[in-house]
């Protein structure tokens, strides 16, 4: 039994090297955390999508003409007619579109580095939040499917 049971192990190894090797990454999400303590330690904030074909993988591609992108008022639009402005969570001002980064260079001055503060905008569609945007959330949360789908959008047009 000795024998085999080596060679299966052996066999099991090459096979999931050989899957590892061969195979594509459908999805892949990476922590960002906040250094607290002078950098001697760090708290979790949110995550960051880095790699996601799910859709592509398990369900139809969508099309340039989807229709929950019509929701948004698209005044600007890029070359593939995607609009790739957002708004400054604190101010309303017309910015670009990233939630890693949802303040104007002036509000970013006066920001007090509160992840948590309420702030006064939606980042996605520049709408009154009323307190329930953030740093961490800067995206309303009756938003955020919207704003995953334009975030996909804008990554297939790039």
Request: charged share 35%.
């Amino acid at each position: 039994g000795k024998a085999s049971d080596k060679n299966f192990g052996k066999e099991a190894m090459a096979f999931c090297r050989n899957l590892e090797k061969h195979s594509q990454i459908v999805f892949h999400n990476r922590p960002l955390f906040e250094k607290k303590k002078f950098g001697l330690s760090k708290q979790y904030i949110t995550f960051e999508t880095v790699i996601d074909n799910s859709e592509e993988l398990f369900l139809k591609k969508e099309t340039e003409k989807n229709p929950s992108f019509k929701k948004f008022k698209v005044k600007e639009k890029n070359e593939e007619g995607i609009k790739e402005f957002g708004y400054c969570i604190r101010t309303g001002v017309k910015i670009p579109y990233n939630r890693k980064k949802p303040f104007s260079p002036e509000a970013f001055k006066s920001w007090n580095k509160d992840i948590d503060h309420p702030e006064n905008y939606c980042h996605l569609t520049g709408e009154p939040s009323n307190g329930q945007t953030s740093f961490r959330r800067p995206v309303l949360q009756k938003n955020w499917e919207l704003a995953m789908k334009y975030e996909k959008q804008l990554k297939l047009n790039k």
